[in-house]
């Protein structure tokens, strides 16, 4: 098959890398569609309050998910792609460096918790939830086939677990199982994957057995990661402190149903991980060889950010009330807030492809002040609005923060071109101007 030609992209390389987004996207997309069932017919079964609880417990996980993998995914790519004779070391170091990160989570984990409890959920929930990090040391097998260009095997993996997944929640609703049992299911989603990346790396003369760890190597990781692993940390605070402070705020039963509008409108997010993650090589090889090149693919992957989210935004705001009658009643007052949280999608796109530029350029450390800012303007405003307006004053706080933090380049001279690429793509300016030309 030919795909069409695309500036910026030779044909050959475009057509590797779009396969390898393809892939990823399937299995994407194939795993959204088992999980938004399962999600409405969850909803449906605990109902507002309970679904608020557990909804209250994950949140802890978000926030040191990033401590948990040290942002180290980006730079497990960029030095498999530097070095692929190194694959063994490089996956080793970093598979024990997350282990050990996962193990060191769990007390972090519990002093949170001390310090700003989720009202009404206990913490025996929130401490099997910790195992998570521990669990999530496999992904390192994900970045690999990254760099190898074959996430079609972790579309495999990712559709394969879901399914159970799946099978596993909806056997314990038709047994009418208590809580604590879908918090155990939460958990075993991640050994699920994890377990199913194993065995997908075992194959083909690869063996987790020939992993080694590097001390040398873990310093190098480290002083580039730390300050994406800060990001990470900031993100997660601005993407999920709303879910925490609705919940002590205002009401469980509001969380509960702000769960379903979150899950609904990042849910769409995953696509924005996709297409950065699949095509960073090819944007890593434009900065080596080509800089004129490298500045197009860069306007290039901005414009297809928006072209992607923008009219997800649209169709989703029209559809939310469509979308909140397969609930029961008791969540039908969520549609209008959906349709407000849907559009700081189009912000995560720009910002997920703005980092990819970060990363190249070594600007590490901004993405760190970025998201930080991101996090200070969400909270601020959480606190203003959500006395006021429940649910829907933390979707308005979510959709200001992330348009924040996205454009937040637009004060830094050295990247301030970026901003104004990301303004050309929002507005359809650069759209226009290709067509004009033709």
Known sequence: MRFPKIPGFDQQAFEKYFKNTGALFVGRVGSLAIKMIVTIILARYLGRLYNGILAGGTVYIYF???????????????????FPDNRDQILGTSFWMKVLA???????IYLAYLIYPAKQTPYSYVFILSFIGVIQAFTVIDAYFQSQVQSKYIMQVQIAGNLVSAAVKLFLIYKKMPLVWFVYAYTFDFLLISIGYYFTYQRKQRSILNWSFNFDLSKKLVK?????MLSGIMVAVYMKIDQIMLQNMYSVKEAGAYQTVSNFSEAWNFMAAVIVTSLFPAILNAKRDDAVRYKKRIQHLYDLMVYLSLPVAIVMTFAAPLIYKLFTPEYAYAASTLSVHIWSGVFVFLGAASSQYLIAEGFNKLTFIRTGFGAIVNIVLNLLLIPRMGMMGAAIATLVAYASAAFFVVFIPKVRDQAVMMFKSLFLISLVQRITKR
Do not use: N, R
């Open 224 to 228: 580039y990661s730390w300050p994406l």
């Open 102 to 108: 996962g193990f060191c989570c769990i007390p972090l």
């Open 64 to 82: 040191f998910s990033a401590v948990a993998t040290l942002g180290l995914d980006q730079f497990i790519v960029k030095e498999l792609h530097q």
